[in-house]
Each structure stands twice: as C-alpha cells, then as structure tokens.
C-alpha cells in the first residue's frame, strides 16, 4: 500500500507540473512524459507481482524498482518541472544528496547493505520493511541517475571522463555483487536454493551490463557531438552551479 500511495502522489505532482510547464511554455515534451509513465509502470507492475517464491524473481523486482524505473523517472523529469519543489527550502538543502561524490557512495551501501542476509530476510517477513527496502532503492537509485544525468547542475569537475568513471565504479559494484550470487556454493537467503541464487546473480550482470552498456555509449556519443548541440540537450547550465537555487534556469 506505502509504494501505491506514493507513487500516486508522485504522479499527481507530475502531473500538475507538466500542466503548468505548457500554460506557461505553450507545449511540453511527450518523450519526457512517456519515460515518466513508464518508469511508474515499471514500478506498479514490479509492486503488483511480489515474488515471495525465488530469489531469481525477486532479483528481477529489485532491478526493476532500484534500476530501470528510476531511470526512466529521471529522463522524465528536468529544470522547469521541478521548480515548484526547488523553491522549497528543505528540498534545496537536499540537493547535496545528488551529488555524484555523495549519489553513488550511497546508492553502493544501500545495495550492499539490503543483500546481507539478515536484512534481506527481515525485508521477506515483513511487507513494511518490504516496502521500505524498495523505497530506499528507488530514491537512491534516483538520485544516482540524476547526479550522471545532471538533472541539476553538476560540479564543474565532473566532465565526461569522470562520468565514466562513475559508471565504471556502478558497474564494479554490481558487477561484485553479481558474482558473489553467481559462484556461491551455498544459499545466503530464506529461498535456500544455490541453482535459483546463482540465476539470480545472472539476471543481475546481465541487466546491469546492458544497462551500464547503453549509458556509456550514450555518454560517448554526447561527447562526440558539437558544442553547439550538446549545449541544446543540458537540462541545466553547469555555470549556475555556485549562485544558489534562484540563478538556476528553471522557467
């Protein structure tokens, strides 16, 4: 119930942005919407199909609702839909969380920290916990995408080589956890399967590699186009990133 009714409320709050974003701008990007209605798809659909009975399945949630939805939900949102939470106070001294120094240490030991046992089974026993898990990977997840997106504005320093390397270190830390799941002798969680453990593990390098895979060339290509053009597609300046909340051009 918790993952319905915020995702409800988010989807009231995209909503009622993108219709101030056309009032305002006279249109509104149909591409970007459709990420976000995806992405909550995805969410929706992982919440409607709990997977109590495999590890492979619940791998599966897990990189639907910590990984692509997030992502998904990022590529939908940009500067002038999140001004109205931008012009609240806590959500600002919030925005250190997006920073791609803070975003992936965080994302890294949220992960890590939900699949040592004892957290992963209390997360089976109880449906809150359940839900709070799932929150924590999505907002993290969230916030790891927006920091190598730039949602907002980066730090100077964080050009495309450190931008692979981000990826690369994403990468790294699934990857490592991948294959703790795939070269296991023994069962770790309740499931207390070592073939079903080890299909999990599969599940998770081969979503992380394709999806690290399509980042990277994503990335690469950005740095190949002109100035010019990837000046049209930055959601925001990076020059504006030391003159406050008020600088940002976000209408």
């Not at 709050?13 to 305002?24: D, E, P, S, T």
């Not at 120094?101 to 026993?125: C, E, I, Q, T, Y």
């Not at 060339?217 to 925001?236: C, G, K, M, N």
């Amino acid at each position: 119930m918790m993952q319905f009714a915020i995702t409800s409320l988010a989807v009231a709050l995209y909503a009622g942005a993108a219709i101030r974003v056309k009032r305002r701008r006279g249109r509104f990007e149909a591409a970007r919407a459709g990420s976000f209605a995806v992405g909550v798809a995805v969410v929706l659909i992982a919440a409607l199909a709990p997977p109590q009975g495999s590890f492979r399945a619940h791998m599966a949630q897990h990189l639907l609702v910590g990984d692509v939805a997030p992502l998904l939900v990022v590529l939908g949102l940009d500067g002038p839909l999140l001004r109205p939470a931008l012009a609240l106070r806590p959500v600002r001294a919030l925005r250190v969380l997006a920073h791609p120094a803070v975003a992936l240490p965080l994302w890294a030991v949220d992960l890590l920290g939900w699949h040592v046992s004892p957290a992963f089974d209390a997360a089976l026993r109880h449906d809150w916990l359940h839900g709070v898990q799932h929150l924590c990977f999505f907002v993290l997840g969230a916030l790891l995408w927006s920091a190598l997106l730039e949602l907002l504005p980066g730090p100077r320093w964080f050009r495309t080589p450190q931008r692979l390397a981000y990826v690369g270190v994403m990468w790294l830390v699934s990857l490592s956890l991948s294959q703790v799941f795939l070269w296991s002798d023994h069962p770790y969680y309740t499931y207390r399967s070592v073939s079903d453990q080890r299909v999990g593990g599969g599940i998770m390098l081969l979503e992380g590699s394709a999806v690290m895979l399509g980042v990277l060339v994503w990335l690469l290509w950005q740095e190949l186009r002109s100035p010019a053009e990837r000046a049209d597609v930055v959601p925001l300046p990076l020059e504006v990133l030391d003159r406050g909340a008020d600088a940002l051009h976000l209408g």
